[in-house]
T-cell receptor, first 115, second 112 residues
Framework: AQSVTQPDIHITVSEGASLELRCNYS??????LFWYVQSPGQGLQLLLK??????LVQGIKGFEAEFKRSQSSFNLRKPSVHWSDAAEYFC?????????????FGAGTTVTVRA | KAGVTQTPRYLIKTRGQQVTLSCSPI?????VSWYQQTPGQGLQFLFE???????NKGNFPGRFSGRQFSNSRSEMNVSTLELGDSALYLC???????????FGPGTRLTVL
């Protein structure tokens, strides 16, 4: 069965500094990979996704992520964070097994941005 | 295009009652998935509907049920509410079961 690990529960970063959120997955084949962001009391907003092709994908709000097959990772990065980036971030893996598709989520990483 | 809408946004119920939550998918999307989100368990998959048929179900008791209508709108029902059912219930829609899921704002259910 597939699993998703986000090793960092909470990250604090200064405004203007760079941000990297880690995501590791366990799945036999190449999965569909996603990053979502959730602001307090809100639903999940899709930041970016990877299905195939270029392993560096660009998303909304200046975020990018890189798929590294050898490390089973899909880390999210942003060069310069803004106070509005404070939120909870979820990595998700879509996997297909016996014609059933399942989207599995990591536990999430909460990002705090300090002035 | 309008996004996924969920009604109501907030609900307060007491133990033993039942509740129905509604989800309207993005226009053209035929697949609807439901998730329960709690601080302790995170995001857990409840069930998924496609073309009015339940395709997948998560590991939840039979008190949790759902359905999908011909216009792709979906409802989920929880009977005999327990305190532990307090959560944010999220609905996501996609063109098909293997396509990208787009989430609604959620329904915050509080069981007293």
């Amino acid at each position: 069965a597939q699993s998703v690990t986000q090793p960092d529960i909470h990250i604090t970063v200064s405004e203007g500094a760079s941000l990297e959120l880690r995501c590791n997955y366990s799945y036999g084949a190449t999965p569909y990979l996603f990053w979502y962001v959730q602001s307090p009391g809100q639903g999940l907003q899709l930041l970016l996704k990877y299905f195939s092709g270029d392993t560096l994908v660009q998303g909304i709000k200046g975020f990018e992520a890189e798929f590294k097959r050898s490390q089973s990772s899909f880390n999210l990065r942003k060069p310069s964070v803004h106070w509005s980036d404070a939120a909870e971030y979820f990595c998700a893996v879509g996997s297909l097994s016996s014609n059933d598709y399942k989207l599995s989520f990591g536990a999430g990483t909460t990002v705090t941005v300090r002035a | 295009k309008a996004g996924v809408t969920q009604t109501p946004r907030y609900l307060i119920k007491t133990r033993g009652q039942q509740v129905t939550l509604s989800c309207s998918p993005i226009s053209g999307h035929r697949s609807v998935s439901w998730y329960q989100q709690t601080p302790g368990q995170g995001l857990q998959f409840l069930f998924e509907y496609f073309s009015e048929t339940q395709r997948n179900k998560g590991n939840f008791p039979g008190r949790f049920s759902g359905r999908q209508f011909s216009n792709s709108r979906s409802e989920m029902n929880v009977s005999t509410l327990e305190l532990g059912d307090s959560a944010l219930y999220l609905c996501a829609s996609s063109l098909s079961p293997t396509d990208t899921q787009y989430f609604g704002p959620g329904t915050r259910l509080t069981v007293l």
